[in-house]
């Protein structure tokens, strides 16, 4: 055998899972397809600014003193010392175009405070609503993270009685006004995901973990991260191809064996990371007949995540000059928290989408250069819609749509026009260039209650030495799939006893 | 912990049976559709053979190549951008970029336009070796210098030296054809009257449309000749353009056109986002540029490891990327200006020289990336592709 194993796709999921490996003395090529490592974490250059492409807030990595699951795994790396976070001091400003503006702080009493300022006719429900993430946080910790050999619901009966509950059904309960309700589960512009759909467990845990681990950002952005991991693997005497994706994978007796690369070459190992779908993996990288029905029916029961519009804008101007005062801002047209907003995912053009609105120099002045600031415009978006756009016409239907987002933008900080130097925009078609993931998904399977907390695809493969790490095994964004790769690492060690 | 506690959660029955459901309804999805494949080949081909249909002769040292797609439809590009040519000379495999100068609605062919480098390689293959019939590889139409509609002036002031005339043809002969809302003003500088491509075709458009105007500069005129004359400087700029407000300034051309123009500019007041730049190769010679260390000399010659790999003799003077494909060794590149990243190598130990301002990402510069096509050593190296 060439190698202990073999990872294809330096994502989160694969890049963590490549140095997981590596610095326990296997011996790992990592495959990548493209010619830069991080898959989503990444970044590139236009004129004098580098873009960060999708990470607005991380989550849980906590403070040295009070460390978060996310900096364990990162110091088990050993990329902590080559990496400097920020802290964001701020956790989001909700804009509306009527002059609403409310502006919290990953901090409880702050947000309970603004929350009651705001929308004083509901502030008991307020006290109410918050008691219960904290109630629910407490009992899925006690429950899940530490343990607890016998749960039961006397001892968590908010774990019981909440987490399938939908996060709407739950909000009802405690409020009327549908702004408010609108506010709280603002989130959902990240996660895809609207409130009628989404376990409250989903919309309580997030809450939770950035008022508690607080929203972080990096220096150099989320490149800079996956340039980190990388570099832990090479220290460790890893190997990566970039430029060269995995064309087949090779099986002998339902065993993995090895990998075809994009290059033709054969590489042998007994073991497989995939940092890709399973759908990819299971129709176009392994012999089919490998898998049983029941697999490939669970796959398909799965619906495929959304994938995004996004637009990055440098500004020959400091934020302040803008009027930007908050790192993290959602630009909310309609109070809507249903699946008919959900439906607006799947129209190509931009109307009274939420939007998703980070500027990183507000907390990071040296992010972008000197007397310049930089902002992430992003509107979650499903990929398929827009491949019935003739080719002719892409180019014309994606200025058309950024054009009526940066319209948006202006509403609530109209001196913007004056102030453009480099703007670049991403579609979904974009997603599906880059990633490769079918659909241009960007969180892998959709994260309805059904498909989430206890009931994801998880990362086994029914073939030997064939497992998945990143978006596609669970729960999306930089935190889980980041830990994702580890664990599938684990697992496999487990395997050999190393 | 007990397993599945879950199943004992209120609401789990109604989900168990929304699972058990959408297990029965789901249904096999096209994965030809879903992956995307061909819509995005048609869009961003990494591979494009292109054969050529025809050859005009511009000038005694230009001519337009123009290609047609062998097997497939020609992807749909932004008037401004270029094509990676790769191409197998002497032995030497390597690519280079050249601008469209048809314009984008014409969608039979693309027209690139190429003028002899004294001892290129490229540009005297493709003038003395190239002829109609042969084929060509490239891939998508990529680059940034392009009209963006979103903030660029509807009114652009471009100034084009020598073969940096190519992408403003395709941007002007869209406008003309297609009838856009878009005002141009083209100055355009060449040493001799001889060396100017398109001169009658821009003669007749600025006479045609009032929206073009155009504005030829000769750098050295005979004594007869009645024109601008000089370079394009900003008196020149002013006397054309009365008030520059609400204009966008596009340039292409020699590194000796930026290093002129782009302080006439400032001294005019122009913003900096108000203009837009093509790269256009490495520097001439990097060994006059600012910051290249006095002790090394242009040949010099350092010796470069690559890891798993071989070592090889390089010069100073080469860009790396250079060097490597001399040797058969053959990193991705596609701008070969230092912009795309493509070309980037993490050096291991060593030093090189990349010119200030090279877009590099901050953390690619942490952990020793440089691009390639733009480095220049300055001693031993040890290298990682
Ligand atoms: C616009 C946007 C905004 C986001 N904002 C946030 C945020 O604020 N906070 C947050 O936590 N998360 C955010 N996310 C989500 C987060 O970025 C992703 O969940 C995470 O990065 C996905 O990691 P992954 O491990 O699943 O791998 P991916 O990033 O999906 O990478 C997969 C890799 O596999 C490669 N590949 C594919 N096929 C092959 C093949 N056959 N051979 C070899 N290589 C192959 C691809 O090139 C790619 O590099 C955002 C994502 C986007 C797009
Ligand atoms: C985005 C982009 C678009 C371009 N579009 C066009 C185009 O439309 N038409 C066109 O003719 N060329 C164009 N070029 C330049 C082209 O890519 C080649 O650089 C050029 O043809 C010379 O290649 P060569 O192999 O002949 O020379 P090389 O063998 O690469 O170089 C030989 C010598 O010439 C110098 N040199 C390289 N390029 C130039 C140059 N352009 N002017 C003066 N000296 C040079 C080098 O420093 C070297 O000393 C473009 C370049 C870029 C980056
Ligand atoms: S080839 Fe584009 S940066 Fe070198």
Known sequence: ?498 | MKKGIWQEFDGYEEIAEEIEFSFKAGKERSFDRLMAGQYIRQLHPRQLKLRIVDVIAETASTKTLRLAPVDALLPPFLAGQYIPLFLEINGIRTSRPYSISSQPRQTGYYDITVRRVPDGLVSNYLMDRIKTGDQLDSAGPQGNFHYNPLYHDKHMVCIAGGSGITPFMSMIREIVECGLDRTVTLLYGNRQPDDIIFHEELERISARFDNITYIPVIEKPGKTYTGACGFINAALIREILGSMSDMTFFLCGPQGMYEFCLPELESLGIEKRKIRKEMYGPPDNICDHQGWPSQIEAEDRFEVKILDGRTISVRARDPLLVSLENEGILPPSICRSGECSMCRVKVLSGKVFQPAGTPVRKSDTQFGYVHSCISYPLGDLEIML
């Not at chain 1, 963590?16 to 495959?31: D, Y």
């Not at chain 1, 016998?150 to 405690?174: C, G, H, I, Q, T």
């Open chain 1, 1 to 498: 055998m060439d190698y202990d194993a073999i990872v294809i796709g330096a994502g989160n999921g694969g890049l963590t899972a490549s140095a997981a490996l590596a610095r326990k003395g296997m011996q790992v090529l990592l495959l990548e397809r493209h010619n830069i490592p991080g898959g989503c974490a990444t970044s590139f250059c236009r004129g004098r600014f580098e873009f960060e492409v999708a990470l607005h807030q991380l989550s849980g990595l906590g403070t040295p003193e009070q460390p978060g699951p996310l900096r364990m795994t990162l110091d088990s790396l050993g990329v902590m010392e080559n990496l400097e976070f920020v802290e964001i001091t701020d956790l989001y400003s909700v804009h509306m175009p009527d002059g609403f503006h409310a502006s919290f702080k990953p901090d409880k009493n702050q947000i309970i405070a603004e929350l009651k300022e705001k929308f004083p006719h509901e502030n008991e429900g307020i006290d109410g609503f918050f008691d219960l993430v904290y109630k629910y946080a407490g009992d899925m910790i006690g429950a899940f993270i530490f343990r607890d050999p016998e749960p039961s619901r006397e001892k968590y009966p908010n774990m019981y009685r909440y987490a399938f509950k939908n996060a709407k059904a739950v909000l009802d309960d405690f409020f009327k006004d549908p702004r408010l309700k609108a506010v709280i589960s603002v989130y959902w512009g990240y996660l895809g995901i609207s409130a009628d759909q989404m376990a409250f467990a989903y919309l309580a845990m997030i809450l939770f973990q950035f008022i508690e681990f607080k929203p972080y950002h990096v220096k150099g952005g989320s490149q800079a991260l996956s340039n980190a991991i990388l570099n832990s693997f090479f220290t460790a005497g890893g190997r990566a191809r970039f430029n060269c994706g995995a064309q087949r994978i090779l099986t002998e007796d339902n065993q993995v064996r090895g990998v075809v690369t994009d290059d033709g070459d054969i590489v042998e190992a007994p073991y497989v990371v995939a940092n890709i779908s399973p759908v990819e993996t299971y129709t176009n990288l392994i012999d089919k007949n490998l898998i049983p029905d029941n697999t490939l029916q669970e796959m398909n029961s799965r619906t495929l995540s959304n994938s995004a519009f996004s637009m990055f804008i440098g500004f020959d101007c400091e934020p302040e000059a803008l009027n930007i005062a908050e790192s993290t801002n959602f630009l909310m047209s309609s109070t809507d928290i249903t699946r008919t907003n959900h439906d607006r995912m799947n129209r190509i053009d931009i109307q009274d989408e939420l939007l998703v609105m980070s500027c990183y120099d507000v907390s990071d002045s040296s992010f972008s250069p000197p007397g310049t600031c930089q902002v992430n415009l992003v509107t979650l978006k499903y990929g398929d819609p827009w491949l019935d756009i003739p080719p002719g016409r892409y180019h014309e239907v994606k200025f058309r749509c950024a054009e009526s987002m940066l319209c948006r933008m202006e509403e609530i900080y109209p001196e913007i026009r004056q102030h453009i130097e480099e703007i670049d925009v991403a579609t979904p078609l974009t997603h599906m260039r880059y990633l490769g993931h079918p659909a241009g998904s960007v969180y892998g399977f959709e994260h309805r209650t059904r498909d989430s907390l206890f009931f994801q695809p998880g990362r086994h493969s029914p073939v030997k030495g064939l497992c998945f790490a990143g978006g596609w095994t669970g729960d999306g964004g930089f935190e889980p799939t980041l830990r994702s790769g580890v664990a599938a690492a684990k697992s496999i060690l487990k395997q050999t006893n190393k």
